[in-house]
Nanobody, 128 residues
Framework: QVQLVEFGGGLVQAGGSLRLSCTAS????????IGWFRQAPGKEREFVAV????????YYADSVKGRFTVSRDNGKKTVYLEMNSLKPEDTAVYSC?????????????????????WGQGTQVTVSS
């Protein structure tokens, strides 16, 4: 049974940092693309970042580029989302998702419907 579990959410002041982690079980993490998405109240789920299993294939939403960094440790079966210079508009529930690679297009991995497995999400709240 595949499980993705996120950790690391919380309340932080604007300008602060948080590191989210997504720990996988029931799958070989090294084979999977991991995406991060977020959903704020009343809004649709939004793409944040994707780790396509190598340094050359990390892709970010424009809204977080330069502030957020995704990385992975396959030995620990964990993918991380380092979030710096947080803004109140970053407030949302953040979820990780996993899929096997089926395309070379970054845009493919920015779509929630691409992903087969999802974590339950972790709340990030940024106060002004």
């Amino acid at each position: 049974q595949v499980q993705l579990v996120e950790f690391g959410g919380g309340l932080v002041q604007a300008g602060g940092s948080l590191r989210l982690s997504c720990t996988a079980s029931g799958l070989s993490l090294s084979l999977y693309v991991i995406g991060w998405f977020r959903q704020a109240p009343g809004k649709e789920r939004e793409f944040v970042a994707v780790d396509r299993r190598s340094d050359a294939h990390r892709y970010y939403a424009d809204s977080v580029k330069g502030r957020f960094t995704v990385s992975r440790d396959n030995g620990k079966k964990t993918v991380y989302l380092e979030m710096n210079s947080l803004k109140p508009e970053d407030t949302a529930v953040y979820s990780c998702a996993a899929t096997l690679p089926n395309s070379d297009a970054d845009s493919y991995y920015a779509r929630p419907t691409t992903y087969a497995y999802w974590g339950q999400g972790t709340q990030v709240t940024v106060s002004s």
